[in-house]
């Protein structure tokens, strides 16, 4: 046996360590020195460190104090007895020496081997534990719910999951098991499909946690009417939901059961790619009473996401009532829908004090908008408008609201990604950049800027001589050949 403290040594350093012998030590020592080199080596071909494989990039990763995030690939994990043995051993000395605070599962293999994984190192304490199809397709023998009911000795705040290939048994006992997890405070479930008659499974896993995500699980307004009981009595305060055909119907039923909530504690909610606000296939309409009492309720909110739902300007003007009730609303995105001149006047009469408006991909074409001081669009810090039809006549409501001091004074990121500008437009994007004085951030990427653009930037920043801020103009994906300097303390970046 080789002493604790040359172990350690080992394992912290065992990215440079490939071996050594000494020379005033018994063989017997020198043997066991060279059985922990296998084993390192072992570790080694199934290890990434932060993102680095320790078998192809060793030379990138130092000492293992430092490391943050260890993932294993569980498949080639060896099957023998006895270097399972010794990989599992020298894995509890890996996980000691590296303190890290993410341990990635991924990879299927047999229920026994990672078993022998999970108890190597269920001793440590994780910030998060990762299942990336790492159960495979078990089939929910004995053998499986001993390894599945490892995880529930785990100490982990947050466990993400991602189980393709899952089967249903399987499915339902870790979810159970994953419901006996001390401290657990977030959990993670995407692209692992679960059907409604799991949902109670599910309450169990999400009831105690604050912040729960389940994306891309199928998950439909059955699962919701099952999971009402958990949203009413849970202390969520980050609900997403996205990519699931939840639609109008249970969309309702969420907005009931998180009023209905004895602790109005939700921050963030978000439910991108859920339902269709002008045609849903089971008839369903989107309630906008519900809304507004879910909103009246939850006060706290934060951060709201409604993307991708197919939301018109009638979505905009029936619930402007109900998202003004949100005073603390920061940040609100409703990109990939089809808001269009009228929607954005309507949220330009909200009261709310946003930070963050997304737009992205809507059928904006002119920006207009209610010119009071005490509207949404004088407080924003970030607007986000790529991918929309804007005129010429947007630049200048731009320019001229920032100039008269009535709307976009405080912008300071504003992305017109893949807006069809082109050379013509240069002077009144420049307008925009002039007088929003407090703009340090300006995303032209994917539109047709030339050179002459990008010199007659550069000029017209050294001609008017900002020094107040510090602005990036940013112009990838333009066809830009030649370089020209901006003036300090300023930069234009046409190349990733």
Same mark, same amino acid.
């Given at each position: 046996?080789?002493?604790?403290?040359?172990?350690?040594?080992?394992?912290?350093?065992?990215?440079?360590?490939?071996?050594?012998? &000494?020379?005033?030590?018994?063989?017997? %020592?020198?043997?066991?020195?060279?059985?922990?080199?296998?084993?390192?080596?072992?570790?080694?071909?199934?290890?990434?460190?932060?993102?680095?494989?320790?078998?192809?990039?060793?030379?990138?990763?130092?000492?293992?104090?430092?490391?943050?995030?260890? /993932?294993?690939?569980?498949?080639?994990?060896?099957?023998?007895?006895?270097?399972?043995?010794?990989?599992? +051993?020298? &894995?509890?000395?890996? *996980?000691?020496?590296?303190?890290?605070?993410?341990?990635?599962?991924?990879? +299927?293999?047999?229920?026994?081997?990672?078993?022998?994984?999970?108890?190597?190192?269920?001793?440590?304490?994780?910030?998060?534990?990762?299942?990336?199809?790492? *159960? +495979?397709?078990?089939?929910?023998?004995?053998?499986?719910?001993?390894?599945?009911?490892?995880?529930?000795?785990?100490?982990?705040?947050?466990?993400?999951?991602?189980?393709?290939?899952?089967?249903?048994?399987?499915?339902?006992?870790?979810?159970?098991?994953?419901?006996?997890?001390?401290?657990?405070?977030?959990?993670?479930?995407?692209?692992?499909?679960?059907?409604?008659?799991?949902?109670?499974? &599910?309450?169990?896993?999400?009831?105690?946690?604050?912040?729960?995500?389940?994306? #891309?699980?199928?998950?439909? @307004?059955?699962?919701?009417?099952?999971?009402? @009981?958990?949203?009413?009595?849970?202390?969520?305060?980050?609900?997403?939901? /996205?990519?699931?055909?939840?639609?109008?119907? +249970?969309?309702?039923? %969420?907005?009931?059961?998180?009023?209905?909530?004895?602790?109005?504690? &939700?921050?963030?909610?978000? !439910?991108?790619?859920?339902?269709?606000?002008?045609?849903?296939?089971?008839?369903?309409?989107?309630?906008?009473?519900?809304?507004?009492?879910?909103? #009246?309720?939850? /006060?706290?909110?934060?951060?709201?996401? !409604?993307?991708?739902?197919? *939301?018109?300007?009638?979505?905009?003007?029936?619930?402007?009532?109900?998202?003004?009730?949100? #005073?603390?609303?920061?940040?609100?995105?409703?990109?990939?829908?089809?808001?269009?001149?009228?929607?954005?006047?309507?949220? @330009?009469?909200?009261?709310?004090?946003?930070?963050?408006?997304?737009?992205?991909?809507?059928?904006?074409?002119?920006?207009?908008?209610?010119?009071?001081?005490?509207?949404?669009?004088?407080?924003?810090?970030?607007?986000?408008?790529?991918?929309?039809?804007?005129?010429?006549?947007?630049?200048?409501?731009?320019?001229?609201?920032?100039?008269?001091?009535?709307?976009?004074?405080?912008? #300071?990121?504003?992305?017109?990604?893949?807006?069809?500008?082109?050379?013509?437009?240069? /002077?009144?994007?420049?307008?925009?950049?002039?007088?929003?004085?407090?703009?340090?951030? *300006?995303?032209?990427?994917?539109?047709?800027?030339?050179?002459?653009?990008?010199?007659?930037?550069?000029?017209?920043?050294?001609?008017?001589?900002?020094?107040?801020?510090?602005?990036?103009?940013?112009?990838?994906?333009?066809?830009?050949?030649?370089?020209?300097?901006?003036?300090?303390?300023?930069?234009?970046?046409?190349?990733?």
């Amino acid at each position: 046996m080789l002493p604790e403290c040359l172990v350690q040594l080992i394992w912290e350093f065992l990215p440079m360590y490939d071996g050594v012998m &000494l020379s005033m030590s018994s063989r017997d %020592l020198n043997r066991a020195l060279q059985k922990e080199v296998n084993s390192v080596r072992m570790i080694r071909r199934i290890a990434t460190i932060d993102g680095m494989c320790m078998d192809s990039q060793l030379w990138q990763v130092r000492s293992l104090r430092s490391a943050n995030a260890v /993932s294993l690939r569980v498949a080639a994990v060896p099957l023998v007895q006895n270097r399972l043995t010794k990989v599992c +051993g020298a &894995l509890k000395f890996f *996980l000691q020496c590296s303190q890290a605070q993410v341990l990635e599962l991924s990879g +299927g293999i047999c229920a026994f081997a990672l078993q022998r994984i999970l108890i190597s190192a269920r001793q440590n304490t994780f910030e998060t534990l990762s299942l990336t199809n790492a *159960l +495979g397709d078990y089939r929910c023998n004995r053998q499986t719910r001993a390894c599945i009911s490892e995880l529930a000795k785990f100490h982990a705040r947050e466990i993400s999951i991602q189980e393709t290939y899952i089967v249903f048994e399987t499915l339902s006992y870790l979810l159970l098991a994953i419901s006996r997890v001390q401290c657990l405070g977030t959990i993670k479930i995407c692209k692992t499909w679960i059907q409604a008659s799991q949902s109670g499974h &599910l309450a169990h896993a999400i009831r105690g946690c604050s912040r729960i995500c389940i994306t #891309k699980c199928g998950l439909t @307004s059955e699962h919701v009417y099952l999971l009402s @009981s958990v949203f009413e009595t849970s202390k969520v305060q980050k609900l997403d939901l /996205s990519y699931n055909a939840i639609n109008c119907n +249970g969309i309702n039923q %969420l907005f009931v059961a998180l009023s209905r909530a004895k602790r109005h504690v &939700l921050t963030a909610l978000k !439910l991108e790619g859920t339902f269709d606000f002008v045609d849903d296939e089971d008839g369903h309409h989107w309630d906008c009473e519900i809304f507004d009492t879910f909103c #009246k309720s939850q /006060s706290n909110l934060e951060y709201l996401n !409604l993307s991708a739902n197919y *939301l018109d300007d009638t979505f905009v003007c029936d619930n402007r009532k109900a998202i003004s009730r949100l #005073k603390k609303l920061q940040s609100l995105r409703l990109a990939c829908n089809c808001i269009g001149d009228d929607g954005v006047y309507q949220l @330009s009469r909200f009261t709310n004090r946003l930070v963050k408006l997304d737009l992205n991909e809507n059928s904006v074409k002119m920006l207009r908008v209610t010119q009071l001081t005490t509207r949404l669009f004088h407080h924003l810090e970030r607007l986000d408008l790529g991918e929309t039809n804007l005129s010429r006549e947007t630049l200048v409501t731009l320019a001229d609201c920032a100039r008269r001091g009535v709307a976009f004074t405080n912008l #300071k990121h504003l992305s017109m990604e893949n807006c069809d500008f082109s050379d013509s437009h240069a /002077s009144l994007v420049f307008d925009v950049i002039l007088w929003v004085s407090h703009l340090v951030f *300006l995303s032209l990427e994917y539109n047709s800027f030339s050179d002459v653009s990008h010199k007659f930037f550069c000029d017209e920043l050294e001609r008017e001589n900002i020094t107040e801020r510090r602005i990036c103009i940013w112009m990838p994906d333009n066809p830009i050949i030649g370089t020209f300097d901006a003036p300090a303390p300023h930069c234009i970046i046409t190349q990733y």
